[in-house]
C-alpha cells in the first residue's frame, strides 16, 4: 500500500512545537531542525516555512505580539484628562500591562524578543502605539523613542527576573531533587547580617503590584516636566 499525502502543517502548528521546545527545553533547542524532529518532519521539508533559524524566531515573536490589542480604547468611555499627558497615561500603562500578561503566560518568550529583530508587523504595530502615545503626550521624537525603549526594558526585565525567581522557589521545594544546603552555610564563612534585604524578602511582594508600581512610577518621571526636556 502507498502511504497516503503528508499532511501540510499551518504556520500556527509550527509555531506552537516551536514554543513547546522553548518552555521544556529551553532558547538553545528552538532551531529549525529541532522543531522538524517535534514534528516528525525531516529539515527539508520545515525550510519550505521557515528557511533559517532566525526566520522561526521572527514568526515566534510575531506569533505572541499579535495576541496584543494595539487598537485605541473607545475616547468616550475613557475618562475626561485635564492635559494630554494625563491622557496618555492610561494607555502606555494599557499596553504594559497588556505585553506583560502574555509573557508570563510564556516567560521563555523573553528571550526571543532579546534575540530576534522586532521588525514585523505586529511588532512595528506595538511599537507605533507606544510611540503614538508619548508623541501625543507631547514627547518629541527622540524623546518619545527612549521614552518607549524605557517601557519596554522594564516590562521585559520584570517578567525575566519574576520567572527567574519562581523557578528558583519551584527547584528548591522540588521533592525529587536533592536540596544543597544554603549557600550561607557553605560558600561563606561570615555571619554578615543584611536586615532590609530579608525584611524586603519577608514581604512576599506580589508580582502584578509590583510591576504596576513600578510602571507608575516610570512614567512619573517620563511625562514629568523632567522627563520631557531630557532630550534637550
Known sequence: MRPGPRR???HAEILDAAFELLESKGFD???????AGALGLTPTAMYTYY???GALLAGMVE???GRLDTRR?????????ETAREAARPRIGELAEGLRAILVERPGAVGLLLAAPL??????RFDEALLAAFSGAGLGDLESGRAAHAVRVHVLGAVAFDAA?????AATTAPDEEVAAAPSATLWDDAEAFPLGDRARELGDDAAARFAWGIERLLDGLLGPTGAQAGD
Open 8 to 10: 501540510s502543517l499551518t
Open 29 to 35: 533547542a528552538v532551531s529549525v531542525r529541532g522543531v
Open 51 to 53: 528557511p533559517n533559524k
Open 63 to 65: 506569533q505572541v505580539l
Open 73 to 81: 480604547a473607545d475616547a468616550a468611555a475613557a475618562p475626561v484628562a
Open 119 to 124: 521588525d514585523g508587523p505586529n511588532a512595528r
Open 165 to 169: 525567581e519562581t523557578g528558583r522557589k
